[in-house]
C-alpha cells in the first residue's frame, strides 16, 4: 500500500531534479574510496570530510553513523590523571577550539571529561523504523540480500561462475532482483514486483524514492550519506571505482547506482510498513534536514582528542631534544630505507651495529611509480602511491623468452588445475582421490614449517626509457633522497615487505608508497638504473657526480622476520664482496636487535625467536603490528633523528632544504608522502575509535569476497579497514588514536607557499587532520601552522596562539 507525505509528487512540493544531482554528488564524495584485497592499501576514512573540523565530522557522522570520532574520553581521562597528558596541553588545545560549547578554562574542561559521553545514535532509516516495528531485521536482510548480489557481480576472479555484467550495477541489480524470492518470504510480499515497476534507470530511481519518500532538498545530503553507510565496504569499493575512473580521466557510476538499489528498498519498505512508522519517519526526515553542528559532547571529545595529539607533539620534541649518537662523517656504506615506522627502530639497530653505516629515508617506491607485470604474469601491479598514476612499465626478466613462454604455460596449467579443485562438480572427488597427497604440505603449513619464496627474476623497465629520460628520472630521485653527493662505496637500496601466510589482508602489512606491494621492483630498479655506466654519465650535466667505485645494491626488508635479502646476483660487483659481507654481517646483527626490542609488544613471541616463523604461521593473527602506533612524520636531516629511540612510531625522510633549490622536493614531500603518511595514521585511527564501520571486524571470522574484501561471518556488509587484531591485544588498544604530527625542517616561508597552491593539503593542515609544525635550525619544534592564523611559536601561551 502507497504512503503519500506531505511532499509527494500530489502535492507539487519537493526537490527539483537539480538539487537531487547535486545532493547525491556531495553524498558519493562523503565515502571513502577502499581499494581490492590485492592491493590493499591505508586509505583516509575521513577523506570526505577533509574540508571541516573534527567536532563537526564528528556531528556529521554520528548522524550518518552512529560512530564516535574520538579516543573514549575515559582513556583521555586516566592519562590526565597520570599526568600523561598536562594542563598545559590542554590550554592550548582549549585555546584552539571553536568557541561553540568551549568550556571557560582547564578546570571545566577536565569537569567535563569526568562526565560520561552520550553515545551517537545514527538517524534511522526506514529499514530501521521498519525492523522496530515488526521485529524483522530488516538492515541484516538488505545487507546479506545486496552482499550476496554485490559479492558475484563485482567478483574479481575469485568466483568460478561470474555474475553477468550486462550493463551498469543499478540495471544488473534490477534483473537479478526481479526474480529474488527472498524478500517475499521474509515478510516484504511483492518486493519483486516493486522492483520491476520501478524506473529502468538509476537517476530516475533515486528522484522517484526521494519524492514518495517526502525528503526535502535540506534533507537529501544527509539521508544520501546515512544511506550509503548501511552499505559498508560495498559504498567504498564502489567509491574505489570512482576514484580509479577519475585517475583515468573516465567516470563511474556504481556508487550511485548503489545509492538508488539503497533507495528502492527503502520505498519498497514505506510503500509496506509506512502507517506504523509515519512518525518515526518524519522525525528521521526532520533530523536530516535540521543544521548540522556539534553537540556539546561532541565539542568536548574534539578538545580533549587535541589535548592528547598535543601531549604526543610534546613527548616527540623530548625526544628530539635527548643527546644524539655521533655519525660517522665519511660512511663507508650508505642505506635508504623506507620511510615506514617499522624502518626507524631496524635503521637505528643497523647504525648502532656498525658506525661505519648511515641510513636515509624516503618514500618505499623511490620515486619511481611503475606498473610492474611479475614473471610470466598478465596482471600489471601499480607500485606507487594511490594518488598517483604510472609513468612507467617494468617486468621480470626479459619479455617474450623461452623461459617466460614456458613460466606462462606452467601458470596457466597451475590456474586451471585450480579451478578443477575448486569446481562444484569436481571438488569432492578431487578430495577422494588427491586428498592424501597434500597431507604432508598441509602440516608443514600447519607447523609453519615453509621456506621463503624464491625471487622473480630481475625486473627491467619495458620499454627501456630513452637515454635523456632515464638521466633526468634518476637525477629526480637523487635529489628528492637529498643524495646528490657524498656518496659512500657502497649504497644500499632498501624497499620492504611482509612475508605471510593465511592473511587475506596482506598487503596492508606490504609498503603503502607501492601501492600495497612489496617495495623490491622499485629498488632493483633503481639500482639498477643508478649502476648505469651512461645514466651517471648523463647526470654530471645535471651536477651530480657519482665516483666510479660507488655500487648500488638492492634489498629487501622483511618486517616479520626483521631480516634483509640482498639481490647482489642482479648486479655482481667483485670488487664490493669484503663490504656486501660487512654489510651482511650488520643487517643480521641489527635484525637479532629489532626483533628483541618488538618480541616485546607481539603476544606470544618469545624474545624475538619465533618472529621468523609467524609470517609462515597460517594461524598466527598478528604476524606483526604494521604501522600499529604511527603517530609522527619528520622531513629533516638525519642528524636530527640519528641515535634517537622514537619507539617505531615516527615516518623518516631524509630532507635537507639547503639543498632543494625552488622548493621542489619540499613540496613533493608534502604533496605526496605526507599525505599518503596521514592516511595510513588515519586508517589506523578509524579502525581504533569506529572499528564497526572502520575496520573489518575479528580476523578469525573473515570469509573473503570476490577478492574484494572480507565478510565478518558469512553475511552482512563487506568490511573494509583493519582487523581488530591488528589494533587490538586482546586485552588493550595497542594503537593510540591520533592524527599525524608532521615536523619539517624548512623556512616557514617556503612551507606557507606550498600551502598556497595545494589547497587539499592546505585543508587537511587548517581543519587539523594533521599538524604542521616547522622545526628551527637547532632540529626544536619550534611553530605551529594554526590556520588562517598562520605560524604561531609552538610554545607560546595559548593568548598568543588564539591571535
Known amino acids: 500500500?502507497?504512503?503519500?507525505?506531505?511532499?509527494?509528487?500530489?502535492?507539487?512540493?519537493?526537490?527539483?531534479?537539480?538539487?537531487?544531482?547535486?545532493?547525491?554528488?556531495?553524498?558519493?564524495?562523503?565515502?571513502?574510496?577502499?581499494?581490492?584485497?590485492?592491493?590493499?592499501?591505508?586509505?583516509?576514512?575521513?577523506?570526505?570530510?577533509?574540508?571541516?573540523?573534527?567536532?563537526?565530522?564528528?556531528?556529521?557522522?554520528?548522524?550518518?553513523?552512529?560512530?564516535?570520532?574520538?579516543?573514549?574520553?575515559?582513556?583521555?581521562?586516566?592519562?590526565?590523571?597520570a599526568g600523561e597528558i598536562t594542563a598545559a596541553d590542554l590550554a592550548g588545545a582549549l585555546a584552539s577550539a571553536p568557541a561553540r560549547h568551549r568550556p571557560a578554562d582547564v578546570a571545566a574542561l577536565v569537569a567535563a571529561a569526568r562526565n560520561p559521553a552520550v553515545p551517537p545514535r545514527a538517524i534511522p532509516t526506514v529499514a530501521d523504523l521498519a525492523a522496530e516495528a515488526t521485529g524483522t531485521d530488516w538492515p541484516g536482510i538488505i545487507a546479506d540480500r545486496i552482499t550476496a548480489w554485490a559479492g558475484a557481480r563485482f567478483d574479481a576472479g575469485q568466483a568460478l561462475w561470474a555474475a553477468p555484467r550486462e550493463g551498469g550495477?543499478?540495471?544488473?541489480?534490477r534483473a537479478a532482483a526481479i526474480h529474488d524470492l527472498t524478500p517475499g518470504i521474509l515478510g516484504l510480499p511483492g518486493f519483486s514486483a516493486h522492483v520491476a515497476a520501478s524506473p529502468a534507470a538509476a537517476d530516475a530511481a533515486i528522484a522517484r524514492a526521494v519524492r514518495r519518500l517526502g525528503l526535502s532538498g535540506t534533507a537529501l545530503d544527509g539521508c544520501f550519506h546515512r544511506l550509503l553507510m548501511t552499505l559498508g565496504g560495498w559504498a567504498q569499493?564502489?567509491?574505489?571505482?570512482?576514484?580509479?575512473?577519475?585517475?583515468?580521466?573516465?567516470?563511474?557510476?556504481?556508487?550511485?547506482?548503489?545509492?538508488?538499489?539503497?533507495?528502492?528498498?527503502?520505498?519498497?519498505?514505506?510503500?509496506?510498513?509506512?502507517?506504523?512508522?509515519?512518525?518515526?519517519?518524519?522525525?528521521?526526515?526532520?533530523?536530516?534536514?535540521?543544521?548540522?553542528?556539534?553537540?556539546?559532547?561532541?565539542?568536548?571529545?574534539?578538545?580533549?582528542?587535541?589535548?592528547?595529539?598535543?601531549?604526543?607533539?610534546?613527548?616527540?620534541?623530548?625526544?628530539?631534544?635527548?643527546?644524539?649518537?655521533?655519525?660517522?662523517?665519511?660512511?663507508?656504506?650508505?642505506?635508504?630505507?623506507?620511510?615506514?615506522?617499522?624502518?626507524?627502530?631496524?635503521?637505528?639497530?643497523?647504525?648502532?651495529?656498525?658506525?661505519?653505516?648511515?641510513?636515509?629515508?624516503?618514500?618505499?617506491?623511490?620515486?619511481?611509480?611503475?606498473?610492474?607485470?611479475g614473471f610470466a604474469s598478465d596482471t600489471a601491479e601499480h607500485r606507487l602511491p594511490?594518488?598517483?598514476?604510472?609513468?612507467?612499465?617494468?617486468?621480470?626478466?626479459?619479455?617474450?623468452?623461452?623461459?617466460?613462454?614456458?613460466?606462462?604455460?606452467?601458470?596457466?596449467?597451475?590456474?586451471?588445475?585450480?579451478?578443477?579443485?575448486?569446481?562444484?562438480?569436481?571438488?569432492?572427488?578431487?578430495?577422494?582421490?588427491?586428498?592424501?597427497?597434500?597431507?604432508?604440505?598441509?602440516?608443514?603449513?600447519?607447523?609453519?614449517?615453509?621456506?621463503?619464496?624464491?625471487?622473480?627474476?630481475?625486473?627491467?623497465?619495458?620499454?627501456?626509457?630513452?637515454?635523456?629520460?632515464?638521466?633526468?628520472?634518476?637525477?629526480?630521485?637523487?635529489?628528492?633522497?637529498?643524495?646528490?653527493?657524498?656518496?659512500?662505496?657502497?649504497?644500499?637500496?632498501?624497499?620492504?615487505?611482509?612475508?605471510?601466510?593465511?592473511?587475506?589482508?596482506?598487503?596492508?602489512?606490504?609498503?603503502?608508497?607501492c601501492g600495497g606491494h612489496s617495495g623490491e621492483v622499485n629498488a632493483r630498479l633503481l639500482a639498477g638504473l643508478l649502476n648505469d655506466g651512461e645514466v651517471r654519465a648523463g647526470l654530471v650535466s645535471e651536477g651530480i657526480e657519482i665516483p666510479a667505485g660507488t655500487h648500488f645494491l638492492a634489498g629487501l626488508h622483511d618486517t616479520v622476520s626483521d631480516s634483509v635479502t640482498l639481490f647482489d646476483s642482479d648486479h655482481p660487483a667483485p670488487a664490493h664482496c669484503d663490504r656486501i659481507a660487512r654489510l651482511g654481517r650488520a643487517l643480521a646483527a641489527a635484525g637479532v636487535m629489532a626483533r628483541s626490542a618488538r618480541a616485546l609488544r607481539l603476544p606470544g613471541a618469545r624474545e624475538g625467536r619465533d618472529l621468523v616463523r609467524r609470517g609462515r604461521d597460517w594461524a598466527e593473527p598478528r604476524p606483526e603490528w604494521g604501522?600499529?602506533?604511527?603517530?609522527?612524520?619528520?622531513?629533516?636531516?638525519?642528524?636530527?633523528?640519528?641515535?634517537?629511540?622514537?619507539?617505531?612510531?615516527v615516518f623518516l625522510h631524509d630532507y635537507d632544504w639547503r639543498k632543494d633549490q625552488g622548493f621542489g622536493v619540499l613540496e613533493l614531500i608534502l604533496t605526496a608522502p605526507v599525505v599518503v603518511a596521514s592516511?595510513?595514521?588515519?586508517?589506523?585511527?578509524?579502525?581504533?575509535?569506529?572499528?564497526?564501520?572502520?575496520?573489518?571486524?575479528?580476523?578469525?571470522?573473515?570469509?573473503?569476497?570476490?577478492?574484494?574484501?572480507?565478510?565478518?561471518?558469512?553475511?552482512?556488509?563487506?568490511?573494509?579497514?583493519?582487523?581488530?587484531?591488528?589494533?587490538?591485544?586482546?586485552?588493550?588498544?595497542?594503537?593510540?588514536?591520533?592524527?599525524?604530527?608532521?615536523?619539517?625542517?624548512?623556512?616557514?616561508?617556503?612551507?606557507?607557499?606550498?600551502?598556497?597552491?595545494?589547497?587539499?593539503?592546505?585543508?587537511?593542515v587548517?581543519?587539523?587532520?594533521?599538524?604542521?609544525?616547522?622545526?628551527?635550525?637547532a632540529g626544536r619544534l619550534a611553530w605551529r601552522h594554526a590556520g588562517e592564523a598562520g605560524w604561531v611559536a609552538a610554545d607560546a601561551p595559548p593568548a598568543a596562539r588564539a591571535a
Request: aromatic share 6%; charged share 20%; glycine share 10%.
Open 1 to 81: 500500500m502507497r504512503h503519500e507525505t506531505d511532499f509527494s509528487p500530489a502535492a507539487g512540493r519537493g526537490p527539483d531534479d537539480a538539487a537531487i544531482w547535486a545532493a547525491t554528488q556531495r553524498a558519493l564524495e562523503a565515502i571513502p574510496p577502499a581499494w581490492p584485497l590485492a592491493a590493499t592499501v591505508a586509505v583516509n576514512p575521513f577523506l570526505g570530510q577533509a574540508g571541516e573540523g573534527l567536532a563537526q565530522a564528528a556531528a556529521r557522522l554520528g548522524r550518518a553513523a552512529g560512530i564516535p570520532l574520538t579516543q573514549p574520553r575515559a582513556a583521555i581521562l586516566a592519562r590526565i590523571e
Open 169 to 173: 550495477a543499478y540495471a544488473d541489480w
Open 237 to 373: 569499493h564502489a567509491r574505489y571505482l570512482m576514484w580509479q575512473a577519475a585517475m583515468e580521466g573516465g567516470a563511474d557510476t556504481t556508487l550511485r547506482d548503489l545509492l538508488a538499489i539503497r533507495l528502492v528498498w527503502e520505498e519498497a519498505l514505506f510503500d509496506r510498513h509506512g502507517a506504523a512508522i509515519a512518525e518515526g519517519w518524519r522525525a528521521a526526515r526532520e533530523a536530516h534536514a535540521a543544521p548540522l553542528a556539534p553537540t556539546p559532547d561532541q565539542a568536548i571529545d574534539a578538545i580533549l582528542q587535541e589535548a592528547a595529539e598535543r601531549a604526543a607533539q610534546r613527548r616527540l620534541s623530548d625526544a628530539l631534544a635527548a643527546p644524539a649518537a655521533g655519525a660517522a662523517q665519511a660512511p663507508a656504506i650508505q642505506a635508504a630505507f623506507c620511510i615506514d615506522v617499522r624502518s626507524e627502530p631496524f635503521r637505528r639497530a643497523l647504525e648502532a651495529a656498525d658506525p661505519g653505516i648511515a641510513t636515509l629515508g624516503f618514500a618505499g617506491f623511490f620515486g619511481l611509480g611503475v606498473a610492474h607485470r
Open 386 to 513: 594511490v594518488l598517483l598514476a604510472p609513468g612507467a612499465a617494468s617486468r621480470a626478466g626479459a619479455p617474450g623468452t623461452a623461459v617466460e613462454a614456458d613460466a606462462r604455460i606452467r601458470a596457466r596449467a597451475r590456474r586451471a588445475w585450480g579451478r578443477f579443485k575448486l569446481a562444484a562438480v569436481s571438488s569432492f572427488a578431487f578430495v577422494e582421490v588427491a586428498g592424501p597427497v597434500y597431507a604432508a604440505r598441509l602440516m608443514r603449513d600447519a607447523l609453519a614449517l615453509g621456506g621463503p619464496a624464491a625471487a622473480d627474476p630481475a625486473p627491467r623497465l619495458d620499454p627501456q626509457p630513452e637515454h635523456a629520460s632515464r638521466v633526468a628520472m634518476a637525477a629526480r630521485v637523487l635529489r628528492a633522497m637529498s643524495l646528490t653527493r657524498d656518496f659512500a662505496p657502497l649504497v644500499l637500496i632498501a624497499g620492504h615487505g611482509a612475508a605471510v601466510a593465511n592473511n587475506p589482508q596482506a598487503s596492508a602489512l606490504q609498503c603503502g608508497a
Open 627 to 649: 604501522l600499529a602506533g604511527c603517530r609522527a612524520f619528520i622531513a629533516a636531516p638525519r642528524a636530527r633523528t640519528a641515535g634517537r629511540d622514537l619507539g617505531g612510531q
Open 679 to 764: 592516511w595510513i595514521a588515519l586508517q589506523y585511527y578509524g579502525s581504533a575509535v569506529a572499528p564497526a564501520v572502520f575496520g573489518s571486524g575479528n580476523k578469525l571470522l573473515h570469509n573473503v569476497v570476490g577478492g574484494i574484501g572480507v565478510l565478518e561471518g558469512n553475511g552482512g556488509p563487506l568490511r573494509a579497514g583493519l582487523a581488530w587484531q591488528s589494533v587490538h591485544d586482546g586485552e588493550r588498544l595497542v594503537h593510540e588514536a591520533l592524527r599525524l604530527t608532521v615536523a619539517v625542517e624548512a623556512p616557514r616561508e617556503a612551507i606557507s607557499a606550498v600551502l598556497a597552491r595545494h589547497e587539499g593539503l592546505a585543508s587537511l
Open 766 to 777: 587548517a581543519n587539523r587532520w594533521l599538524h604542521l609544525l616547522a622545526m628551527d635550525d
